[in-house]
């Protein structure tokens, strides 16, 4: 069974950097895309950004790229998102996730839908 444990998530002020770890645990066969997503309050979940477990191909969302960067060490079973000049909007709860590949089905997908396993989410609070 898949289990997926965020942690790095806090407070801080308009123009810091946060760095989000997932531990990802019985992920042990096959390959993954994996992702970051977020919730603000009142607002859907969104993608952030995703990676392929094995082979590195990242996707970013517009909202966040040149400012978010996703990583993933599968030989230490952990999934990062080096967060830097941090604004307001990204106010949100973020998750980790993943689902297994399949043949026939897209990689790095953005649909929430796609996504078997959920971590129980970080808090992430900017200020002004």
């Known amino acids: 069974q898949v289990q997926l444990v965020e942690s790095g998530g806090g407070s801080v002020q308009a123009g810091d950097s946060l760095r989000l770890s997932c531990v990802v645990s019985g992920q042990t066969f096959g390959s993954y895309s994996m992702a970051w997503f977020r919730q603000a309050p009142g607002k859907e979940r969104e993608f952030v950004a995703g990676?392929?477990?094995?082979?590195?191909?990242?996707r970013t969302a517009d909202s966040v790229k040149g400012r978010f960067t996703i990583s993933g060490d599968n030989t230490k079973n952990t999934l990062a998102l080096q967060m830097d000049s941090l604004n307001v909007e990204d106010t949100a709860v973020y998750f980790c996730?993943?689902?297994?590949?399949?043949?026939?089905?897209?990689?790095?997908?953005?649909?929430?839908?796609?996504?078997?396993?959920w971590g129980q989410g970080t808090q992430v609070t900017v200020s002004s």
């Open positions: 990676i392929l477990w094995t082979g590195g191909t990242t």
């Open positions: 996730a993943s689902y297994r590949r399949r043949f026939g089905t897209p990689d790095l997908d953005s649909n929430e839908r796609r996504y078997d396993n």
